[in-house]
């Protein structure tokens, strides 16, 4: 028996370092599988989120939301409440109840929220500031600064819509 050890002597030694290769191998290849799902869904929230930010940002504070800007902000409020975090999901539905209970409502504190995440998620310094929604007050009567026709959500209560 201890002769047949002695013969075996010489293969123990690479036979367990090719059991620590495959076993490293397959750690590290576990690893880096784990890392690269992480990243990408990293990366899929933060797009989704800057979509959701770009889209409620456009329709914020408008006095007459087309029903393109208006199904946008839908879709924004549904990524917001799937992909955000708690307080994105908490502040949202905290505006939603708002808006419907017609108290009004500003959407400013998510845009808020979603730009200091977002900040922060891609690197760059915190802002302490407001945000500041900017719009230029557009005179186009009937239409679209073309002359095309704006569908609007709700009917417009000026003298030049009813004009059109």
Same mark, same amino acid.
């Given at each position: 028996?201890?002769?047949?050890?002695?013969?075996?002597?010489?293969?123990?030694?690479?036979?367990?370092?090719?059991?620590?290769?495959?076993?490293?191998?397959?750690?590290?290849?576990?690893?880096?599988?784990?890392?690269?799902?992480?990243?990408?869904?990293?990366?899929?929230?933060?797009?989704?989120?800057?979509?959701?930010?770009?889209?409620?940002?456009?329709?914020? $504070?408008?006095?007459? +939301?087309?029903? #393109?800007?208006?199904?946008?902000?839908?879709? %924004?409020?549904? /990524?917001?409440? @799937?992909?955000?975090?708690?307080?994105?999901? $908490?502040?949202?539905? +905290?505006?939603? #109840?708002?808006?419907?209970?017609?108290?009004? %409502?500003?959407? /400013?504190?998510? @845009?808020?929220?979603?730009?200091?995440?977002?900040?922060?998620?891609?690197?760059?310094?915190?802002?302490?500031?407001?945000?500041?929604?900017?719009?230029?007050?557009?005179?186009?009567?009937?239409?679209?600064?073309?002359?095309?026709?704006?569908?609007?959500?709700?009917?417009?209560?000026?003298?030049?819509?009813?004009?059109?």
């Amino acid at each position: 028996m201890l002769d047949q050890i002695v013969r075996l002597a010489p293969l123990i030694g690479p036979m367990i370092a090719a059991l620590f290769v495959v076993i490293g191998w397959y750690v590290v290849h576990r690893s880096n599988m784990a890392r690269d799902r992480a990243n990408k869904r990293h990366d899929m929230i933060v797009q989704y989120l800057l979509e959701a930010y770009r889209r409620l940002e456009t329709a914020a $504070n408008r006095e007459d +939301k087309t029903e #393109e800007q208006a199904m946008a902000f839908e879709s %924004a409020v549904a /990524d917001i409440q @799937l992909l955000g975090d708690l307080g994105q999901i $908490n502040e949202t539905v +905290k505006y939603l #109840e708002a808006h419907a209970s017609g108290r009004g %409502a500003t959407i /400013d504190n998510v @845009l808020s929220l979603l730009r200091d995440d977002l900040r922060k998620e891609l690197g760059l310094s915190r802002v302490n500031r407001p945000l500041k929604i900017f719009r230029f007050v557009r005179e186009w009567g009937c239409g679209d600064w073309r002359g095309n026709p704006v569908y609007r959500t709700s009917p417009v209560q000026t003298q030049k819509a009813s004009q059109c």
